[in-house]
T-cell receptor, first 113, second 113 residues
């Protein structure tokens, strides 16, 4: 499979717990993006990486959120002390350098109860 | 200025009809305007995209019409099919190095057989 893979597909967690999501981009893609999509809305930009460097973070990404891409390959997005408002679909996308051509993964749906 | 406004919120079309979805933007720095198609449980998939130096782009049954002076663009789906039933998002990207996307709120299209 040469697409963008995200794991897990679904996560249910209790409020206050920490969760971590993983994204495996298309192998030759330098750029990796995280977006959040709430029900009935379009995706909202959270952050992006070029290789291992995190180049921009949205103001939506509070201190409870952290993302890494340690070797410029897969990326993780961690949410600490989850809140009900964190319930959403978390989408990962990758692209070649200097390209608008994103490929999105199928997302991780987080439900905080 | 960062928003992309999309309408209608939902659309019902008979098989064989034309589906039209509209988007408007304010920021003249946007220089790339894609449309994404999203099926339930899947990530958005790039359908077709246009740059502001072109007024129309056609790929198969899908056409983007772009009106730079009005800061509006639209997606036309000709000969709509039940398999086109999905949520469609317009988006815009600024001409900076991030290539991050600002999405509209989506249009849920239902094509009746």
């Amino acid at each position: 499979d040469t697409g963008v893979s995200q794991d897990p597909r679904h996560k249910i967690t209790k409020r206050g717990q920490n969760v971590t999501f993983r994204c495996d981009p298309i192998s030759e893609h330098n750029r990796l993006y995280w977006y959040r999509q709430t029900l009935g809305q379009g995706p909202e930009f959270l952050t992006y990486f070029q290789n291992e460097a995190q180049l921009e973070k949205s103001r939506l990404l509070s201190d409870r959120f952290s993302a890494e891409r340690p070797k410029g390959s897969f990326s993780t997005l961690e949410i600490q002390r989850t809140e009900q408002g964190d319930s959403a679909m978390y989408l990962c996308a990758s692209s070649p350098l200097q390209s608008n051509g994103y490929t999105f993964g199928s997302g991780t749906r987080l439900t905080v109860v | 200025q960062q928003q992309v406004k999309q309408s209608p919120q939902s659309l019902i079309v008979q098989k064989g009809g034309i589906s039209i979805i509209n988007c408007a933007y304010e920021n003249t720095a946007f220089d790339y305007f894609p449309w994404y198609q999203q099926f339930p449980g899947k990530g958005p998939a790039l359908l077709i995209a246009i740059r502001p130096d072109v007024s129309e782009k056609k790929e198969g049954r899908f056409t983007i019409s772009f009106n730079k002076s009005a800061k509006q663009f639209s997606l036309h789906i000709m000969d709509s099919q039940p398999g086109d039933s999905a949520t469609y998002f317009c988006a815009a990207s600024m001409g900076d190095s991030s290539y991050k996307l600002i999405f509209g709120s989506g249009t849920r299209l239902l094509v009746r057989p």
